[in-house]
């Protein structure tokens, strides 16, 4: 059974940069498709990327798209997540989690980190 911790939150001033990452323990992650996704405090999780098993496909939500990115290393079975400008609308807690196959819905995902908070302050 796959494992995942993410690590690399913290507390940021809006403008700023943090890069999150997800590590495997327990399986190889090249079989999986990778997603991040978020949840704010009263909100419902939400897809925030995602990303194919070989690294060749990416999905970025619209309300992050061209500030995050995703991407993954199948040699060190980690993905990470690249988030520059950040906002203080970006304030959750991030988790990540592996699919068969990449996909939007929390639901087709089975297995999850226990996440890692991401406070933007403005």
């Known amino acids: 059974q796959v494992q995942l911790v993410e690590s690399g939150g913290g507390l940021v001033q809006a403008g700023g940069s943090l890069r999150l990452s997800c590590a495997a323990s327990?399986?190889?992650?090249?079989?999986?498709?990778m997603g991040w996704f978020r949840q704010a405090p009263g909100k419902e999780r939400e897809f925030v990327a995602g990303?194919?098993?070989?690294?060749?496909?990416?999905y970025h939500a619209n309300s992050v798209r061209g500030r995050f990115t995703i991407s993954r290393d199948n040699a060190k079975n980690t993905v990470y997540l690249q988030m520059n400008s950040l906002k203080p609308e970006d304030t959750a807690v991030y988790y990540c989690?592996?699919?068969?196959?990449?996909?939007?819905?929390?639901?087709?995902?089975?297995?999850w980190g226990q996440g890692t908070q991401v406070t933007v302050s403005s």
């Open positions: 989690a592996a699919a068969a196959w990449v996909a939007t819905m929390t639901s087709k995902y089975d297995y």
């Open positions: 327990g399986g190889t992650l090249s079989s999986y498709g």
């Open positions: 990303i194919n098993w070989s690294g060749g496909s990416t």
